[in-house]
Every structure is written in C-alpha cells, then in structure tokens.
C-alpha cells in the first residue's frame, strides 16, 4: 500500500459560510482552522495546500468564555523604538470584530509560509452580509 500525496492540481477547494452568533470565538476558531488546513478531508497532506475556503459572518457576536477574557491583554510592536502597543481583548472585539476573529484563527494555523497562503482563504465581516454569493458557498454548523 502505498502512502497518498495531494498534488495541487487534483485538490478541489469548497467554500463554507459560518454563522459565528453566540460562539466561542476559541472553539470556532480551531474548528475553522482545521477546515482552511483540509485535515477534515481524507486527501489531507501536511505539505500541501488541502483546506477550503471560509466565510465568517456576524463576528461582532462572538463570545468570549472564561472571567478574565475580555481584561486579558495582547501586545504587538510597531517595529519602531518604543513601540510596544497594548489593548485588551474585549475593546478589540468591540471596536474591530473582525480582527479579533482573523488573530485568533491565524494563531491557530501553522506558522510558516503554508500557514500564510491557508489564511488567505479566511473572509471575516462583522456583519450578516457577505459579497461571495458567487462562489455559492454552503452552511457550516459547527
């Protein structure tokens, strides 16, 4: 028996539509992961480009379990002198939803150039309304 390895142009890329009202944003988030990886699929290859396509709607209404979530901090530097910038995790979710959601997916894919080409197929909006209604994409209960 020979082991099977996924070329890139036999990989057939789906499109999948989340509806994220009153989710953990954690546990949707690993479970969107792992659908942009494509290890949901029997050809998965950790080498290659597997996963399918994925639009998050309404991630305004995430949820955040846990006491201290929303006063947990995340850092990031500007890349300049002095500039380490901080806020938390709550005010994130309140100003830009959509980038809460799109940091805590892309921390869960792999951290390499691989990883960079899966979170590409990540779409967020905040809102119930998405323009990828040509791509026919399906409902993804999770």
Known sequence: MKTYVAKAKEIEHKWYVVDATGKSVGRMAASVAAILRGKHKPTFSPNADCGDHVIIVNAEKVVLKGPSKAEEPIY??????????????????????????????????????????????????????HPHAAQHPEPLEL
Not at 95 to 114: F, I
């Open 76 to 129: 990031w530097h500007t890349g300049w002198p002095g500039g380490l910038k901080q806020t938390t995790r709550g005010k994130l979710l309140e100003t830009r939803p959509q980038r809460y959601v799109e940091k805590v997916v892309k921390g869960m894919l792999p951290h390499n150039s691989l990883g960079a080409v899966m979170f590409t197929k990540l779409k967020v909006y905040a809102g119930p309304e």
